[in-house]
């Protein structure tokens, strides 16, 4: 077991030990729990970012569809109606 | 970091699987993110949001959107008068439209390139630096 100590500013500083064997990184976000007189840490998943989400899951439209309304017409609709 | 004014179209088509485009946008703006901001602003928006609206419907649209904007990869930027003037001066002299002369006359204020697939009409504005999606 190794000891901690919470600074004056209430912050905790992980062993190094932890932070290697959790793969622990700056903005890593934890679920703090208590339980039975303990205080719980759980490693959160990194939250992907919303645009690598985005291009990593597509959305699909009808061939179709995109060959009816080509992009240039779209702008030309949006702009001059 | 690097900046890059980000066209409507490449989001499109990084969006949509069945755009024959979609891969080359997608591996394009994957590999910006690395070391670029991809600036986009209220026209760009606009256009992104419209275009999906009419490809995917509203709820997508939205979601999608908003995703772009919530990229911590993301950066909005705000269209001085002073870049409308000029815009308006490019659309006049050069037979372009308003909002792709915005973004030019955007992309010249804020000293960066503008990462699109309309060539053709940024081609006409002098002083744009175009990158191409097609090269």
């Not at chain 1, 905790?12 to 959790?22: A, G, N, V």
């Not at chain 1, 970012?49 to 609709?77: C, F, G, Y």
């Not at chain 2, 940024?122 to 191409?132: L, N, Q, R």
């Amino acid at each position: 077991m190794e000891e901690i100590i919470v600074d004056d500013t209430y912050k905790l500083i992980f062993p190094k030990k932890l932070i290697d064997l959790f793969k622990i990184k700056p903005k890593d976000r934890f679920d703090i729990n208590v339980e039975d007189n303990k205080i719980v840490l759980k490693k959160l998943k990194r939250k992907k970012d919303p645009l690598v989400e985005l291009l990593e899951s597509p959305a699909h439209a009808d061939p179709t569809k995109i060959r009816q309304l080509n992009l240039k017409a779209l702008e030309e609709e949006l702009w001059t109606t | 970091m690097r900046k890059i004014l980000v066209d409507s179209n490449i989001f499109i088509f990084a969006n949509i699987k069945e755009y024959p485009e979609y891969s080359v946008a997608k591996a394009k703006l994957k590999e910006l993110i690395n070391n670029h901001k991809l600036l986009i602003n209220a026209i760009i928006v606009s256009e992104v949001q419209y275009k999906l609206y009419r490809l995917l419907g509203k709820e997508e649209s939205f979601n999608r959107t908003k995703k772009i904007l919530d990229s911590k990869h993301v950066g909005y930027e705000t269209v001085e008068q002073s870049t409308i003037l000029k815009a308006l001066v490019f659309s006049h002299d050069n037979n372009i439209r308003i909002n792709d002369a915005i973004i030019a006359a955007h992309a010249i204020d804020l000293k960066v390139g503008v990462f699109t697939d309309n060539t053709v009409d940024f081609e006409k504005i002098p002083d744009v630096e175009i990158i191409p999606l097609r090269v």
